[in-house]
Antibody, heavy 116, light 107 residues
Framework: EVQILETGGGLVKPGGSLRLSCATS????????MNWVRQAPGKGLEWVAQIRNKNYNYATYYAESLEGRVTISRDDSKSSVYLQVSSLRAEDTAIYYCTRGVTTYWGQGVMVTVSS | DIQMTQSPSFLSASVGDRVTINCKAS??????LNWYQQKLGEAPKRLIYNTNNLQTGIPSRFSGSGSGTDYTLTISSLQPEDFATYFC?????????FGGGTKLELK
């Protein structure tokens, strides 16, 4: 069974940084590219970032609205993907979801709140 | 960036109704269009991928169609569990972009 679990969310002050983690199991992680998608409270979905697998040289792609403040990475030995977000703003407040491939499977999400 | 315009934003319908939800892309997305259902407090669930492929385990009352810039999700006969919010996603090119969502409510 595919399992995806995000951790690392919480309350962060504006200007702060956060590293979200996504642990996976139940599939061959090395075969898949991974994404982060976020959803602000009561709002729609926003794709954030993607990291491809070794076959694609771990290429990364980012939403323009976050580029320069966000870094996606992965550790194939741990079947995990990470999202580092810096210079956090109130508008970054959202549930952050980790998804496999073309968003076939989703984690339950982790809440990030940016507030003083 | 490719803009995805989803309509309607809200839809009231009854159990048994046939409903359609539309997504229009600002340019050709080559059928790289997925549909998702999201219930309150839950993660989205993929229903349809690449325009018309039904995700495993999704009931056959859900179907997708379209090409070029225009895509449609159809629910042939609404069931009580179908009242939720629906989103489309284009993954033809980066940045991937979602439609604004359609909230399907019980009339």
């Amino acid at each position: 069974e595919v399992q995806i679990l995000e951790t690392g969310g919480g309350l962060v002050k504006p200007g702060g940084s956060l590293r979200l983690s996504c642990a996976t199991s139940g599939f061959n992680f090395n075969d898949y590219f991974m994404n982060w998608v976020r959803q602000a409270p009561g709002k729609g979905l926003e794709w954030v970032a993607q990291i491809r697998n070794k076959n694609y040289n771990y290429a990364t792609y980012y939403a323009e609205s976050l580029e320069g403040r966000v870094t996606i990475s992965r550790d194939d030995s741990k079947s995990s993907v990470y999202l580092q977000v810096s210079s956090l703003r109130a508008e970054d407040t959202a549930i952050y979801y980790c998804t496999r491939g073309v968003t076939t499977y989703w984690g339950q999400g982790v809440m990030v709140t940016v507030s003083s | 960036d490719i803009q995805m315009t989803q309509s309607p934003s809200f839809l009231s319908a009854s159990v048994g109704d046939r409903v359609t939800i539309n997504c229009k892309a600002s340019q050709n997305i080559n059928k790289y269009l997925n549909w998702y259902q999201q219930k309150l407090g839950e993660a989205p669930k993929r229903l349809i991928y690449n325009t018309n492929n039904l995700q495993t385990g999704i009931p056959s009352r859900f179907s997708g169609s379209g090409s070029g810039t225009d895509y449609t999700l159809t629910i042939s006969s609404l069931q009580p569990e179908d009242f939720a919010t629906y989103f489309c996603l284009q993954h033809n090119s980066f940045p991937w972009t979602f439609g604004g969502g359609t909230k399907l409510e019980l009339k």
